[in-house]
């Protein structure tokens, strides 16, 4: 394993942005490299340990998945190598397999959510409402049960540092059109459909998840980001799993269960974590890659 890395510095190329965990690179007018550090972000604050492998584990898992998905629309992923744009061999030593060098896209301006179990701010929903993000669902579910049929939650994207807000199907077609609404919320569940019946197969659930995606010049649209990751996603054990409470997970819920514990009100600074609590994280994320990928 690469030594962690909490932030990259590539003073050859234009930093773009640099967001709770990706830093984001110009190589030209068509490409961009996308870093994925170890940085670890809970709510909306970056922590200030990197998690060991972290950044190497998602960008390996969004990787896989782009396969396995390339057959229902195309993804990010350029041709261009990393060393085309990092030729320094020092430096891609250090990045290890955090990088990767995308096509330029215009990123649309929803996040599509897909939600397969009752939990997290979807449960809270149903215990207020009865619905989650205005879809009327069946009386007495429990925490953490599977729903009958997974539904489609799309949200806002908050600036840096805010919340996304949860919006409906209808407000989807307001900002992006009739046509590609659709054709977003379908490839959605669909992805989703399929990702969650492997990932059983291999003993993990995968309760919900977030899909981002981005148009070409010529208006084709692209699955880009990441991409089923433990950062996007809720990925629980299978033989672990017990409706009627929060299930343990492979993904950063563990170190959110843990920052609940303490009295901190979620703004920056955030705390810093004892280091069992990093290690364990670290083993979480490198036992989905596992499971999943093997």
């Given at each position: 394993?690469?030594?962690?890395?909490?932030?990259?510095?590539?003073?050859?190329l234009?930093?773009?942005?640099?967001?709770?965990?990706?830093?984001?690179?110009?190589?030209?007018?068509?490409?961009?490299?996308?870093?994925?550090?170890d940085?670890?972000?809970?709510?909306?604050?970056?922590?200030?340990?990197?998690?060991?492998?972290?950044?190497?584990?998602?960008?390996?898992?969004?990787?896989?998945?782009?396969?396995?998905?390339?057959?229902?629309?195309?993804?990010?992923?350029?041709?261009?190598?990393?060393?085309?744009?990092?030729?320094?061999?020092?430096?891609?030593?250090?990045?290890?397999?955090?990088?990767?060098?995308?096509?330029?896209?215009?990123?649309?301006?929803?996040?599509?959510?897909?939600?397969?179990?009752?939990?997290?701010?979807?449960?809270?929903?149903y215990q207020?409402?009865?619905?989650?993000?205005?879809i009327?669902?069946?009386?007495?579910?429990?925490?953490?049960?599977?729903?009958?049929?997974?539904?489609?939650?799309?949200?806002?994207?908050a600036?840096?540092?805010?919340?996304?807000?949860?919006?409906?199907y209808?407000q989807?077609?307001?900002?992006?059109?009739?046509?590609?609404?659709?054709?977003?919320?379908?490839?959605?569940?669909?992805?989703?459909s399929?990702?969650?019946?492997?990932?059983?197969?291999?003993?993990?659930?995968?309760?919900?998840?977030?899909?981002?995606?981005?148009?070409?010049?010529?208006?084709?649209?692209y699955?880009i980001?990441?991409?089923?990751t433990?950062?996007?996603?809720?990925f629980?054990?299978?033989?672990?799993?017990?409706?009627?409470?929060?299930?343990?997970?492979?993904?950063?819920?563990?170190?959110?269960?843990?920052?609940?514990?303490?009295?901190?009100d979620?703004?920056?600074?955030?705390?810093?974590?004892?280091?069992?609590?990093?290690?364990r994280t670290?083993?979480?994320?490198?036992?989905?890659?596992?499971?999943?990928?093997?």
């Open positions: 394993m690469n030594p962690p890395l909490f932030q990259s510095d590539l003073s050859h234009e930093l773009l942005n640099r967001g709770k965990v990706r830093d984001i690179y110009a190589v030209d007018e068509d490409h961009l490299l996308i870093v994925t550090s940085r670890l972000s809970a709510f909306d604050v970056i922590l200030p340990q990197p998690v060991p492998g972290k950044g190497e584990v998602l960008t390996r898992l969004s990787n896989f998945w782009f396969s396995q998905t390339r057959d229902l629309l195309p993804n990010h992923l350029s041709r261009k190598t990393l060393a085309e744009v990092v030729p320094d061999e020092h430096q891609r030593a250090e990045l290890g397999d955090r990088a990767i060098v995308v096509k330029r896209l215009q990123p649309l301006p929803i996040e599509a959510i897909v939600r397969g179990y009752l939990i997290g701010s979807g449960w809270k929903d207020g409402s009865g619905t989650v993000c205005g009327p669902l069946p009386d007495n579910l429990r925490q953490a049960d599977q729903l009958a049929e997974a539904i489609y939650t799309p949200s806002t994207k600036e840096f540092g805010e919340h996304d807000d949860n919006i409906s209808e989807t077609i307001e900002l992006l059109g009739e046509s590609l609404a659709e054709k977003v919320r379908t490839l959605s569940l669909k992805i989703y399929d990702a969650a019946s492997y990932a059983r197969e291999r003993g993990i659930i995968i309760a919900d998840t977030k899909f981002e995606f981005g148009l070409d010049k010529d208006n084709e649209l699955l980001d990441e991409v089923l433990p950062d996007s996603s809720r629980w054990p299978a033989d672990q799993y017990q409706p009627g409470t929060s299930p343990p997970s492979y993904d950063k819920q563990f170190v959110r269960d843990y920052l609940e514990t303490l009295d901190w979620k703004t920056p600074p955030g705390p810093e974590l004892p280091e069992d609590i990093v290690v670290a083993r979480k994320y490198a036992e989905a890659e596992r499971v999943l990928t093997a």
